[in-house]
């Protein structure tokens, strides 16, 4: 068909608000560069429940990035019905963890503990007790400060096991696996 264009004017929601509202399963995304990617992510969240995320990125491009015309596109309307919130530093986000007592699981290669390590911790974990899964850049991974503070009990590393000599996944595939396996019962 025809390609249309289209502009839409809206109001920005306030993403840095103190989160009352925050609980349950919650998506911790560091430095995602893509913004393919990060709607893809944001995509995965809704589709497996992660309803709250949160974004830890420079306030600078936070907004940008988060609302380009590509990031809404691969998030496939998904951005508008999850509650996103920006976290301008890691030292910011692990103190709002730790302040909160949510536990937390970092993904990385560097990790002893597998997937099912994991869904064996969230099977033993309280109803209600929160959690958050944390991702990160494309490049690098969740920096240095999320994978010391996933040292801290009750909180673990945990990596995807892959065969042959594969060392990595694109961002939004292993994040797409790792929600995947947190999510309760498939449909």
């Not at 509202?21 to 995304?29: E, F, M, N």
């Not at 995602?32 to 306030?59: K, Y």
């Not at 963890?97 to 969230?122: C, G, K, M, W």
Request: proline letters at 4%.
């Amino acid at each position: 068909g025809k390609k249309v264009d289209v502009v839409g004017v809206c109001r920005l929601p306030d993403l840095y608000v103190q989160m009352r509202r925050i609980g349950g399963r919650i998506l911790l995304l560091e430095d995602i560069q893509d913004p393919g990617n990060l709607g893809t992510i944001f995509r995965c969240a809704e589709a497996f429940g992660f309803l709250d995320v949160i974004c830890v990125m420079s306030s600078e491009t936070a907004i940008s990035r988060i609302f380009s015309r590509v990031t809404i596109r691969a998030s496939m309307g998904s951005i508008f019905r999850i509650r996103l919130y920006i976290i301008p530093s890691a030292a910011e986000a692990i103190d709002f963890l730790d302040r909160r007592n949510i536990t937390f699981f970092a993904s990385t290669p560097h990790s002893e503990f597998t997937l099912e390590d994991l869904t064996s911790r969230l099977s033993s974990m309280g109803e209600g007790e929160i959690y958050a899964i944390g991702v990160g850049n494309e490049a690098s991974g969740l920096s240095r400060k999320f994978l010391e503070f996933s040292q801290k009990f009750p909180n673990f590393p945990v990596r995807i096991s892959m065969l042959g000599s594969v060392e990595s996944l694109n961002v939004a595939v292993a994040c797409g696996i790792i929600l995947h396996r947190c999510h309760p019962e498939p449909r």
